[in-house]
């Protein structure tokens, strides 16, 4: 059984900043990709930024700027941090793992945390 568990999010004002995080935890035995994504209300889920093993990043080009990803792979975890927030930055962020959870297993699996609600407001 594997879990991804987000938390950080929170109710912040336009121009703040918002450190988001999501430990992966259970049966795993190497994770690869770990992403960011969210969704706002009445849209699709879009993706925000990815981080390989290795530390290299991907940004959606409406982030790039603002959001910074990062990892600790002996702690199975990524973090998101996002600076000068803006209202369009609403939504529930869900982080993704793309990982194994034995030697035996061949390619990888996508999972999924329940996501965080980061709401900016004035």
């Known amino acids: 059984q594997v879990q991804l568990v987000e938390s950080g999010g929170d109710l912040v004002q336009p121009g703040e900043s918002l450190r988001l995080s999501c430990a992966a935890s259970?049966?795993?035995?190497?994770?690869?990709?770990m992403g960011w994504y969210r969704q706002a209300p009445g849209q699709q889920r879009e993706l925000v930024a990815t981080?390989?093993?290795?530390?290299?990043?991907n940004y959606t080009d409406s982030v790039k700027g603002r959001f910074t990803i990062s990892r600790d792979n002996a702690k199975n975890m990524v973090f998101l941090h996002i600076d000068s927030l803006k209202a369009e930055d609403t939504a529930v962020y869900f982080c993704?793992?793309?990982?194994?959870?034995?030697?035996?297993?061949?390619?990888?699996?996508?999972?999924w945390g329940q996501g965080t609600q980061v709401t900016v407001s004035s």
């Open positions: 993704t793992a793309d990982l194994q959870i034995g030697a035996w297993m061949v390619g990888s699996r996508k999972y």
């Open positions: 259970g049966s795993i035995f190497r994770i690869y990709t």
């Open positions: 981080i390989a093993r290795d530390g290299r990043t």
